[in-house]
């Protein structure tokens, strides 16, 4: 597909994409596709008529895109289908855009002056831990190779539920937490010190929000699970291993991962990522689970080429890591089936995490514990070396699914670490 | 304090409470405060004129009551000393209610037919593990005596992130959950089954609403956390212990816990508590805390008698538990301080549970996994036996403090068990 509009052969937002996201204008926010260079305000758009053939849409245009996307799926396939359409160079409706050199000036924002919001209202988020190399690798630091995955592993989506708060869009500086660690983990009694997080981690992830909801106590079964997801985005769960490692016995992580989660601003709809679909890493799991886990797709995983970039301050980008969305041992259909599948209701806006995104190889993980285990260091295009994120790095996130000139990627998921708040 | 209406003396919503909630009127939903066998309708109050004195409360009275709660504690206070006195016996304002019979007549709503919501809109529910004796009880039976407490539990109050979406008011009936559950634990290798919770428990506790936010990156300081806090509400935290076992590792419970949570609804304020404040279990561990979490305050518990009820289908109701907020480790103020000094930012209308809330002798806890370990069945009034819940029963949870004619109590937290969901 060829676009009148100059895109950029390497844009992650081709015309085969069509995200949507939420955009200042003015005083307000307004919901917004990224296409090429530019934002196209949707109020703008329709405020000239863009979605006259589309009343529903018109009325469901709001500051977070929850209203849009409980419209449901295949309200949110005719309209990016139409967007296609009205920015194609052959397009059905020249005068809507191609030819309306007013809108033009008026609805696309160049994104390099656009602010992003977080695109949706989220109520609960969950992260799972769905990647099956970085479950095997983290169990391997902590249990060794024989036991590294708990029983649970294969039969289950392992979750847990995160901070919904503290979830910010790309961009966002966090400072480095502060709390309980252990000076000397290796004492006997365990006494902790106060002190800012030393082991300052990363976890490359995707994400997708949940477009219609379920009733509590009615489970979403694993046909339907598709159709109640809006799409998906990146997610940088930061993580302080130190912190985690003092708090999390009984109940998993709480304050080594509730200060912050970055997450790319722009929704890449499940649509866009369909013809990506690939086949996972253990095909042959997936025929063991019990039924109300397994899908009919044998297909059911994308193909989404990552990388994880590492700019220290002053010194120059490195990509540590470059993995891939085919490291998913579980579907996201197959998080919403398990989620629900006890009764509990999904809404519109809720964020689900897939875990860890690591490869098998060396420089394939998702996070420095994974890479260096604190002990042997990443170093740097500038020489400097790197167990965890000292302040002042800044980490970005990338992930493009097909071919130059038809990418469908997500952009930047960009965070950099302040120093710790003075208290 | 006696007032001008009858208020039985057994009442939890004496003229010494005041608690703050949500109802249904008409075809909306109203914020109303709770008073002997009354709901006062503050639309309908403020409507003729009620709180003319208190302007800046009537342009926040809506259909929760985060924008309420946002005002802060010093507006909460002068509201509810100013209704305690619209409700005297020797009124300031008898004008306003007392000889308003036709305002009496259209705000006053018998409890008996007012129908209550969860009172705030919930951003983030968080649920802590500060009753001593519920940890160390589980502590033993899973680890034994000499390891029943992890070593960092009387560092920091332990912690993990719960589901808001499927918290309910008083009253909601629940499906019993369904999931994965090992038949036969011991076995190895372990193969799980898909089942209906077999081993379906309650926890009794309290929770904390959050009153005004803090922003992200900006801990609470313990000295300003209590003035963060809205009210508290009784909570039963209902868990699937079986679903819980096979999936907890290493993340903490998901599955075991959200399908559904059940709150009173009516917010007994911050300040309604204060003359009830006590000396803790181990007030020598407070001054040994870090001094993120250490209070100034040394009576950092309350004292409010808490009761657990099951009636069975066709039975008669059974006390089984007798308990006192007395055994939490960690206040209110220290969960807050706690859960911020990461930076995490805690939103108005965020909810903090206590976690379970057991004594230490034998009929005392707030769980059916601490009374009968499965093992050792209660008996109920009618001479049924109970390990877990069985369809069909209904559990009330009670709480009160103070003495006849003066109750602040939270009224009755019920919920009954419906069977699973026909799949």
């Known amino acids: ?35 090429g260079e530019y934002a196209l305000n949707l109020n703008a758009f329709a405020s000239s008529g863009g979605f006259a053939q589309l009343p529903a849409v018109q ?57 992003n919001h977080v695109p949706m209202q989220i109520g609960d988020y969950t992260d ?27 039969h289950l989506p392992v979750a847990y539920h ?23 983990p290796a004492a006997d ?54 912190i985690q490692a003092w708090e999390y016995v009984p109940l998993g992580p709480f304050n080594a991962k509730n200060f912050g989660t970055t997450i790319t601003p722009w929704v890449v709809l499940i649509d866009a990522l369909e013809p ?40 120059q980008p490195t990509i540590i890591s470059n993995s891939n969305s085919r490291n998913l041992l579980y579907s996201f259909p197959q998080m919403v089936a398990h989620h629900t599948i006890t009764g509990c209701n999904l809404n519109t806006g809720d964020l689900l995490g897939s875990g860890t995104i690591s490869g098998a190889e060396p420089k394939t993980q998702g996070s420095l514990l994974e890479q260096t285990n604190g002990k042997t260091p990443l170093t740097l295009a500038d020489g400097s070396e790197r167990m965890f994120l000292e302040d002042g790095d800044t980490i970005v996130l990338r992930g493009k699914a097909g071919t130059e000139g038809n990418y469908v990627g997500f952009g930047d998921c960009v965070g950099t670490i302040l120093p710790p708040f003075k208290l």
Chains 1, 2 share one sequence.
């Open 1 to 35: 597909m060829a676009s009148w509009l100059q895109i950029p052969k390497n844009s992650p937002f081709s015309l085969a994409n069509i995200p949507f996201g939420i955009i200042s204008a003015a005083s307000s926010r307004v919901p917004a596709i990224a296409i």
């Open 59 to 115: 009325s469901h245009l709001s500051p977070t895109l929850n209203a849009f996307a409980a419209l449901g799926r295949p309200v949110h396939r005719q309209v990016r289908e139409y967007l296609q359409n009205v920015f194609r160079a052959d397009t059905q409706f020249p005068q809507i855009l191609k030819d309306n050199a007013a809108l033009q000036k008026s609805a696309l924002v160049p994104l390099s002056e656009a602010t």
């Open 128 to 154: 799972f831990y769905a990647g099956l190399n970085h479950a095997y690798n983290i169990g391997v630091l902590f249990r060794g190779h024989d036991n590294a995955l708990q029983p649970n592993y294969k």
């Open 162 to 184: 995160g901070r919904a708060s503290s979830v910010v869009p790309s961009g966002t500086a966090l400072h480095r937490p502060q709390g309980q660690i252990l000076a000397n």
């Open 189 to 242: 009694p365990k006494v902790p010190t106060f002190s800012p997080c030393k082991k300052l981690d990363i976890e490359l992830e995707l994400a997708c929000f949940i477009s219609t909801p379920n009733d509590l106590g009615k489970p979403v079964s694993i046909d339907e699970a598709e159709d109640h997801i809006f799409g998906l985005v990146l997610m940088n769960d930061w993580s302080a291993r130190d």
């Open 276 to 315: 990506f679909r690939a086949t996972g890493l253990e095909p042959g799991n997936q025929e063991s689970l019990l039924p109300y886990l397994r899908e009919k797709k044998s297909k059911n995983c994308y193909e989404i080429p990552l990388e994880v970039e590492l700019t220290n301050k002053g010194g």
